[in-house]
């Protein structure tokens, strides 16, 4: 398959990914063997590296993948958050069952192979039962009133885009967890620039800011994080049963 082509594909289903939870988009980014590029693209975003000579821009930021990448995904999201909104809105109960089914499923894959990966079994077990524990404290705070500030939202963005980054964390998963899954979408939906300014500049502060931490997490501490958020996730995809609501 044509890279170019390869890049617009993958942009287009990593957008559809991050609407729903359970799915990382990151982790779809590595199906498609778009993802070192993607990181590398981040890594790469330094003033040092700018430039008004666009064959250099391109070779240091592989622009002619990353902007088709970005406009395929932007168009997904925006095409697909729609259809997200009215399932959620008017099917609240099946649909938040089946994104429940979801989040649950793909945890408990992502769970069942770091267990078998996890050298220490006692620490696999404490950082499994903190996730668990700190899921159900989450579903227990309204994270955001009726007119959230837009720091808070900005915060929201910040935090969204970091998990983004993270392969196997979904980044609407943790939104649908801290309770502003449906704030996010609608206003991305109905295009309320109110809400996606701030959450956009968030995104970007995370975008500049993050990448670099975060491969430095993961290289270090990628196990205890990827158990913990995954039990996070269990938890928070479990709670979405009406029957077992806390």
């Known amino acids: 398959m044509n890279e170019r082509l390869r890049f617009i594909i993958s942009g287009f289903f990593v957008g559809l990914a991050e609407l729903l939870p359970g799915i990382s988009g990151s982790t779809v980014a590595i199906a498609f063997n778009v993802y070192e590029k993607f990181i590398l693209f981040l890594s790469n975003l330094r003033i040092s590296n700018l430039s008004l000579d666009i064959n250099k821009l391109n070779k240091v930021f592989f622009l002619d993948l990353i ?116 704030l996010i979408i609608r206003s991305i939906a109905e295009i309320n620039f109110l809400i996606l300014i701030p959450f956009a500049i968030g995104c970007i502060a995370s975008l500049l800011i993050m990448p670099k931490f975060i491969n430095l997490l993961i290289i270090r501490y990628k196990m205890n994080v990827m158990v913990f958020f995954s039990a996070l996730i269990l938890a928070s995809g479990a709670l979405l049963f009406p029957a077992i609501k806390l």
């Open 67 to 182: 902007i088709p990448f970005f406009l395929s995904m932007i168009i997904s999201i925006l095409f697909f958050s729609k259809l997200v909104l009215f399932l959620f809105t008017e099917y609240t109960s099946p649909f938040s069952a089946f994104l429940g089914i979801l989040m649950c499923f793909i945890s408990l894959l992502i769970i069942k192979r770091l267990k078998d990966e996890f050298a220490d079994a006692i620490k696999w077990k404490l950082f499994f039962l903190l996730g668990i524990i700190f899921g159900i404290l989450l579903n227990q705070i309204s994270f955001v009133a009726m007119n959230p500030s837009l720091y808070l939202i900005a915060f929201i963005g910040f935090i969204a885009f970091s998990f983004f980054l993270m392969p196997g964390i979904s980044g609407s998963a943790i939104l649908l967890s801290i309770g502003v899954y449906e």
